[in-house]
């Protein structure tokens, strides 16, 4: 694994908070998926007392997970 891939403490917020999260998406009835709703990340971030500078930033790195979880899972469909 390289360096810049190897987990630090502080990612765990984030990989916990979109483990708890991952199923809180639109499901296309073709198939696909949409990022996790704001409303989810919102509430979710309320409920850890995450506000301001706190929420913007824990929102963005969700979301980013969120999008790399989406083109891996697009990558990855069965046609």
Known sequence: MPEEARSEAWHGLYFRAWEDLRFDRFYGALGGEAPISYLAISRYAEDHGLRDEEFAQFKRFLQA????????ASENAED
């Open 65 to 72: 997970i969120d999008a790399e979880w989406i083109k891996y």
